[in-house]
């Protein structure tokens, strides 16, 4: 009994320490919308949905580069969340808690679907950064760019589909979600270690994809 | 989300494509058709009607978050009862124990034939001319161990069980469950021999009985039990010591009688005997 207790201190002084405060913040706030919704205010569960559904549907998005499944499996994702908040019980965040649950649904989709490969892709949203990649790598303009910019992503997004689930998800959820390595271990139910191996992994099979875009 | 770096104007990484993921947004308009659809699936969700297993499986769930202490406290719990279990033996239950059991001379047991006594060499005879009649002296030699003790006569009965009793007239170190079986065994013998004789003669009872001794004995018992099995057979069988010669009958072939000497001769021919029968002054082997 003793040694449980141990291992769930542990859990939480890691936790604590490893989340930054803005997260910890974030989490706390969820957590009273969660309680709300556990004591009967379902609305409340509405400004959850609000609040994740674009991280949920990019982490879906880039997983399975199809925006009709992501869009599906997002929605999946609130359901089976709503369903299960009675079981939650703060252990973890909200947030964490709720990726899992998209990381999951993705994973069991992508391994029913392994032979059906359609992608289908959002557009690329021209800001102030991705301005600066984009001329960085070319100097086209008009017509010449747009099919630039279209190429540019269906390679990225082939080089990504080559990647293994795991890697693929690790690349996902460090680069394009920003999120960090503690918290990509608790989502994934694997350790920290096991966590940067992979990123290393699969960066250079990317370098090694990517390499004629790469200045 | 922050960005971890900014972009220097002449150097594209691989960091800077994968910003570019983040980039591909669906439009505003997007999220108005997210939000309908999903309304329908919770609706859908709602109205849809659960298997009866569902209900099983949110049970197990419930009590899975709980099965590592659980199953420390069954483990603790086993150890516990084992350890005081083992540590007391004189609380042991034993079925109605009633003390040293005394056998007298008129139990029914001692009457049964039995040999224990070495069966000697083969006589060289198919066909002997003297009548077998020493069976009688074997049953009186074996009745006077039957009624020495009730660890004897538990003995008889279960040869290599009397061995052990006779080994350790104090039981003390015998191990609790072996004391238990002693006892039992003891008090059925008084009881129920019948029972007991039929029990002992069950397939596989000394090994479940007592697995332990009952490897160290089997090797010696084995002989003697062979010899128990056919009471008659080891009383011919052992009328044969006083056998003088060999006699054949004068009208068997001579093939035979090559044969019949030829079997003589070996070890342990009694066992490869399949028939053995007595007729007035005639013994007759069957092999």
Same mark, same amino acid.
């Given at each position: 009994m003793i040694s449980l207790l141990t291992v769930d201190l542990t859990k939480v002084i890691g936790k604590t320490l490893t989340a930054t405060p803005e997260r910890r913040q974030e989490a706390d706030a969820d957590w009273e919308v969660v309680k709300k919704v556990q004591a009967g205010d379902v609305a409340a569960f509405d400004r959850l949905i609000v609040k994740y559904r674009e991280r949920i549907y990019s982490v879906v998005y880039n997983l399975c580069a199809n925006r009709e499944d992501a869009a599906d499996l997002a929605q999946c994702t609130f359901i089976k969340a709503f369903q299960s908040i009675n079981r939650f019980q703060g252990q973890s965040s909200f947030f964490t808690w709720v990726y899992r649950i998209a990381v999951n649904a993705t994973l069991t989709h992508l391994r029913k679907n392994r032979l059906r490969t359609f992608f289908s892709f959002e557009r690329i949203t021209e800001e102030d950064k991705t301005s600066e990649v984009i001329e960085a790598l070319t100097d086209k303009t008009g017509a010449d760019r747009e099919a630039f910019v279209k190429e540019l992503q269906e390679k990225l997004n082939e080089a990504l589909q080559k990647l293994s689930i795991n890697h693929r998800m690790v690349v996902t959820l460090f680069e394009i979600e920003g999120l960090g390595h503690s918290e990509i271990a608790e989502i994934m139910g694997c350790s920290v270690g096991t966590v940067r191996s992979r990123l290393?992994?699969?960066?250079?099979l990317l370098q090694a994809d990517l390499q004629s875009y790469l200045r | 989300m922050p960005d971890r770096r900014s972009i220097p104007p002449a150097r594209v990484t691989l960091e800077d494509l994968l910003r570019l993921k983040r980039a591909e947004r669906p439009p505003p308009e &997007?999220?108005? =058709?997210f939000e309908r659809q999903l309304r329908e699936k919770q609706l859908a969700a709602l109205v849809e009607r659960k298997s009866w297993w569902h209900e099983l499986v949110v049970i197990y769930q419930r009590i899975g978050r709980a099965r590592l202490p659980l199953a420390a406290v069954a483990v603790l719990a086993?150890? &516990?009862?084992s350890v005081r279990y083992y540590t007391q033996p004189g609380e042991m239950p034993v079925i109605a124990e009633r003390g040293p059991v005394r056998l007298t001379p008129a139990l029914p047991v001692a009457a049964q034939p039995v040999s224990t006594a070495p069966i000697a060499a083969p006589a060289p005879a198919a066909v002997v001319s003297q009548p077998a009649e020493q069976p009688s002296t074997v049953v009186e030699k074996n009745a006077a161990v039957v009624t020495a003790s009730s660890s004897g006569e538990v003995g008889r009965v279960i040869p290599w069980?009397?061995?052990? &009793? =006779?080994?350790?007239?104090d039981t003390s170190g015998l191990t609790p469950?072996?004391?238990?079986?002693? #006892?039992n065994l003891a008090t059925a013998a008084v009881m129920e021999p019948e029972l007991l004789d039929a029990v002992a003669r069950s397939r596989g009872f000394e090994e479940r009985a007592m697995p332990a001794a009952y490897q160290r004995h089997t090797a010696e018992a084995l002989p003697t039990a062979a010899a128990v099995a056919d009471p008659?057979?080891?009383?011919?069988? #052992?009328?044969? =010591?006083?056998?003088?010669?060999?006699v054949p009958e004068p009208s068997a072939p001579e093939h035979a009688k090559r044969s019949v000497t030829r079997y003589l001769a070996q070890d342990g021919w009694d066992r490869s005997a399949s028939r053995l029968e007595a007729e007035g002054n005639r013994l007759s082997i069957r092999f």
């Open positions: 290393h992994y699969a960066k250079q | &997007f999220w108005s =058709e086993l150890t &516990f009862v069980l009397g061995d052990v &009793f =006779e080994n350790h007239a469950s072996a004391r238990t079986i002693a #006892a008659r057979r080891a009383r011919l069988l #052992a009328s044969l =010591e006083s056998i003088g010669a060999y």
